[in-house]
């Protein structure tokens, strides 16, 4: 099969002043569709040429695993921002509490490890075996796939994300691009896991929070169907 591109899901504008249309253009216009077209060429006629993105990157290595984990990772990043304002669902912010003591302190220790983070790479929010939030610093193309983890949520703290914008004040840009987390996706993310473990769930009947999310799950898998 062939990988495409993905496109955006706003207008290229729509994220300025924080992200300005020009390092729109480059970012996903040129790098991102570089990794798209290096794929291409790499897995032609190879075993991975029919596999789905995300098992080229558990079964390949070098640079076929390098830019099919690129073409993720962006798809990945670019879902996961908007120029609209968004909040966590209730859940999450419930594990966000959980796992980080509030969503100020998840805000810190986040953009704490993507400014710290040597190099190129990329920051991410997991789920972990545990069911338990994780926040990975992965050098180069790394991902949360790579552990077994489940992602939610990235942050590209690659140069070309920002330096057109910011040139080399990596944690004006982190402060800014928290501003544009889409907060829906994040949480699409985190109830796609959810409906996968509690698909055989029989739903409460008693009006606590659980029986209520557990409901709006199954509410939410009849309707997709």
Not at 33 to 52: D, P, R, S
Not at 172 to 183: D, G, H, R, S, T
Not at 188 to 208: A, M, V, Y
């Amino acid at each position: 099969m062939e990988h495409k591109l993905m496109e955006l899901p706003f207008d290229k504008h729509a994220l300025e002043p924080i992200l300005s249309a020009e390092t729109l253009e480059y970012h996903h216009g040129k790098h991102h569709q570089g990794y798209v077209n290096n794929l291409n060429a790499l897995i032609k006629g190879t075993e991975f040429e029919e596999m789905h993105l995300e098992n080229i990157i558990l079964e390949s290595e070098g640079g076929i695993f390098n830019n099919a984990a690129q073409v993720f990772n962006h798809d990945f990043y670019f879902n996961g921002i908007s120029g609209e304002e968004t909040k966590p669902s209730r859940h999450l912010l419930e594990l966000i509490n959980r796992d980080f003591g509030s969503l100020e302190a998840f805000k810190k220790t986040f953009l704490d490890t993507a400014a710290k983070l040597f190099g190129s790479g990329w920051v991410w929010l997991s789920l972990n075996d545990g069911e338990v939030l994780e926040i990975e610093a992965h050098s180069n193309a790394g991902n949360p796939l790579l552990r077994g983890h489940t992602p939610l949520m990235t942050c590209d703290v690659w140069e070309h994300a920002y330096y057109i914008d910011y040139r080399n004040a990596r944690a004006a840009y982190l402060e800014k691009w928290w501003e544009l987390i889409n907060w829906d996706f994040v949480s699409q993310n985190l109830l796609k896991f959810d409906e996968k473990r509690t698909e055989h769930i029989t739903p409460c009947n008693d009006n606590s929070e659980l029986c209520e999310y557990i409901d709006a799950l199954d509410k939410a898998d009849h309707s997709n169907t």
